[in-house]
């Protein structure tokens, strides 16, 4: 919603005949809201409504439309050529418009509604024109020029896999359509002349056919080699077929273009993957991929879902435990499960005992200008995860991503992780035991704590699943962001009390010996932090930990530690912001990681000279290196990966 009010989108309107509104969970009750303002400006308009959000069930069909006198007509599955449809039929007779032949659609009777038979999937996109090449978008980019940096990007459609959480894991688009090559490419080189960076592909299966898909790259990467545009491609890539996704891959690094690589394992229990009907979706060769792409210098994020049916505290802790990598290419992202209207998860809420709380989807990295502008139906415990399991799993969960993937204290926990074998899953819960256990030693870690309480309390209350903090000026986070934006405000208090804790691990986990090299690494994390101030810092350690985390951290093989001083050049790069508060706003909201800085061993025997920044080809990354200014509200929302 570009507008600042519904007020200002009807002020818009000039006595509409027809209104078509999309319905996503992320705006539906400002769609339900805005359509009550339409009919009573414009009593005559009839109001349609289309997009995964609308039911499809009869019952909950009636509810919505009992709830909603606005809306004349929904439109299921899709809708191209149904609206044009329903457009040519109210056109014949404005005064008496018979729905009754169209198919697709729900349409009100004089005794309540009427649903007709389902339109048959669209076989050949040809009879759908593309709005970028028919001039449709024209006059949107030029009004929202400013504002808009990245692209939707359709090449196919549908989903062979049947997951019960997702929209599409029916069996209704089980079959993947496909748009004509020459149409698609012809839609990036839209892109490219416009110089638009950024683009999301909508597919749930990129590089399913292989060969295709391939071409289509090819294609693609010749017309970005002109003139670097677009640089970006969020792909959700298909599954089971890794190899040909590193291939595909690679094409699009000829030219410089960074993509995200995705694992999508959701969970890796079985007994969940067989309730979300996931099990088809191969396991096996999961942890070779990910060192088959680090190795390619491509980065990697494992996306887990909390909580889903079956899964248990335990079987949660030991998939997350199963999913990190102490690689500086990894990531690990942990979804809450949402209840999505028409899924096989919602049909089976009752036999998983899944309980919810509605919450307001707050737009993360954003100041939200509505209040409750859509809804997530969030999943807060099962019969299997209890909801006091759910909190312990989700406080874990996101202290671990800030302190881990944020890298806030990633190298200590590598190193107690890798050299003592000390789970990370127990570091993180010994944390959060130690700061509830001594309140008084730690100002910063306590109030991180209090923020992660506060956002399971703000779900538990049906408010929001993000949240502000006391510096960030109403720019709402999701948890570990928001963690991390609050230590990195903070950033010498934080590492003292860290230091603190990490020295109380070592003793309560018996690993005395370790304590030298935890301090070194976490001081070396420090240094590594991107920091507002630029220019070169000498830093020295007591042992080797520096150089050996780097190496390890970056894919090497794991090297002897020993009390050896050593020198570390740290080099912080320029940036272009004043305010230091705006500049940890920017970093936290930059990606799934920070950036850590350049660093030089200075000492010739573990001489590893690198630039990290260079080293992280990881498609969150190098978007906001150095293009967030350009339109940080869009470009953050497209971050936010949904599940594929
Ligand atoms: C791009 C995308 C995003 C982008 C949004 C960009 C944007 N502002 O549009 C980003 C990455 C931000 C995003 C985020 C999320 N997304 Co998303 N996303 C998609 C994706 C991949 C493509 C949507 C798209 O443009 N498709 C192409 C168009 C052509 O298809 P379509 O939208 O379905 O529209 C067709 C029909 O539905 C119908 N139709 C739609 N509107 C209308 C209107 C009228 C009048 C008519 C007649 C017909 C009609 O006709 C269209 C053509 O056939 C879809 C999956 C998919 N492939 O569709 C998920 C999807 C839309 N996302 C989904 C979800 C759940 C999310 C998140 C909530 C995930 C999460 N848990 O965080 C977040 C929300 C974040 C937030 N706080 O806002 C769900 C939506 C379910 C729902 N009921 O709304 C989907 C379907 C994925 C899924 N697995 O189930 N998402
Ligand atoms: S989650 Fe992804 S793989 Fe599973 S049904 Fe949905 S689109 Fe397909």
């Known amino acids: ?47 349609v409504w289309g997009g995964p959000s609308l039911p499809q069930d009869p019952k909950r069909i009636d509810e919505l439309l009992k ?30 418009p018979d729905f009754s032949y169209v198919e697709g659609i729900t349409y009100r009777t004089p005794f309540g509604f009427k649903t007709n038979k389902p339109r048959d999937r669209i076989m050949d996109f040809k009879i759908v024109p593309s ?5 449709v978008f024209g006059s949107v980019m030029k009004r929202y020029e400013h504002f808009i940096i990245g692209i939707l990007w359709e090449t196919n459609r549908g989903c062979p896999f049947t997951c ?29 002349d416009r110089k638009i960076h950024y683009v999301y592909c909508t597919d749930a299966n990129y590089g399913i056919s292989f060969k295709r898909d391939f071409e289509i790259t090819r294609q693609v990467v010749d017309v970005i080699k002109v003139n670097g545009f677009p ?42 993957l067989k309730a979300i009907k996931r099990d088809n979706i191969k396991l096996a060769e999961y942890a070779n991929l990910k060192e088959a792409y680090h190795q390619k210098g491509l980065s990697t994020y494992t996306e887990l879902i909390l909580p889903l049916p079956e899964e248990t505290l335990e079987t949660f802790l030991s998939g997350f435990e199963y999913a990190i990598t102490p690689r500086v290419y990894d990531q690990i992202m942990v979804y809450p499960t949402v209840i999505l209207e028409n899924t096989h998860l919602q049909r089976t809420m009752k036999q998983y005992g899944v309980q919810t709380r509605m919450t307001a989807v707050g737009l993360n990295r954003r100041k939200f200008k509505f209040d409750r502008f859509g809804e997530d139906e969030i999943v807060v415990g099962t019969n299997a995860m209890p909801i006091s399991d759910w909190k312990i799993a989700y406080k874990v969960s996101f202290l671990a991503l800030s302190l881990y993937n944020l890298r806030i204290a990633f190298y200590p926990i590598v190193l107690l992780n890798q050299y003592f074998n000390l789970k990370v899953t127990d570091i993180i819960q010994f944390i959060i035991n130690e700061v509830s256990k001594n309140i008084e030693k730690y100002s910063v870690m306590k109030e991180v704590s209090d923020h992660l309480d506060g956002q399971i309390k703000s779900i538990l ?43 109380k691990l070592c003793d309560e986990f018996g690993c005395d010996k370790a304590k030298s090299f935890v301090k070194d690494a976490l001081y070396h994390q420090k240094s590594t932090l991107p920091s507002f101030k630029p220019g070169v810092k000498e830093h020295n350690y007591n042992t080797n930990v520096p150089a050996m985390i780097d190496n390890l951290t970056r894919g090497g093989d794991i090297g002897p530690l020993i009390a050896k001083p050593t020198k570390v050049v740290v080099k912080h790069g320029e940036h272009e912001f004043e305010d230091k508060v705006e500049f940890n706003r920017r970093r936290v909201s930059s990606g799934y990681t920070l950036n850590l800085s350049d660093v030089t061993f200075t000492d010739l025997e573990t001489m590893i000279s690198d630039n990290r920044s260079a080293l992280l080809p990881n498609a969150r990354n190098v978007n906001m290196a150095g293009e967030f200014i350009k339109s940080d509200a869009l470009l953050s929302s497209l971050t936010d990966s949904p599940d594929k």
């Not at 570009?2 to 769609?31: Q, S």
């Not at 030219?255 to 969970?267: D, L, R, Y």
């Open 131 to 135: 709005p970028y090449l028919t001039g």
């Open 67 to 96: 709830q909603n006198y606005a809306v004349n007509i929904l439109v299921h599955m899709e809708g191209e050529i149904t609206f044009s449809e329903l457009l040519k039929v109210f056109l014949s007779n404005k005064n008496k």
């Open 231 to 272: 640089n970006t491609f969020v792909l959700n890539w298909t599954k089971n077929k890794h190899r040909q996704v590193i291939d595909i891959a690679d094409k699009f690094r000829e030219a410089n273009v960074a993509t995200n690589t995705t694992i999508s394992t959701q969970s890796f229990n079985p007994m969940t």
């Open 461 to 503: 209350d049906g408010v929001s699943s993000v949240s502000p903090t006391k510096l960030s000026d109403g720019v709402a986070f999701t948890p570990h962001e928001a963690s991390t934006f609050i230590m990195a405000s903070e950033l010498d208090t934080v590492y003292s009390e860290l230091e603190i804790i990490f020295d």
């Open 1 to 47: 919603m570009l507008e600042d009010t519904l007020e200002g989108v009807l002020d818009e309107m000039e006595d509409p005949e027809v209104v078509g509104l999309t319905c996503y969970v992320w705006h539906f009750l400002g769609v339900q809201e805005l359509s009550r303002m339409i009919k009573e400006k414009f009593p005559n308009t009839l109001i």
């Open 164 to 192: 019960s959480f997702c929209d599409w894991g029916n069996a209704s688009v089980n079959r993947v359509t496909k748009l004509d090559t020459e149409r698609v490419v012809a839609e990036i080189k839209w892109a490219s």
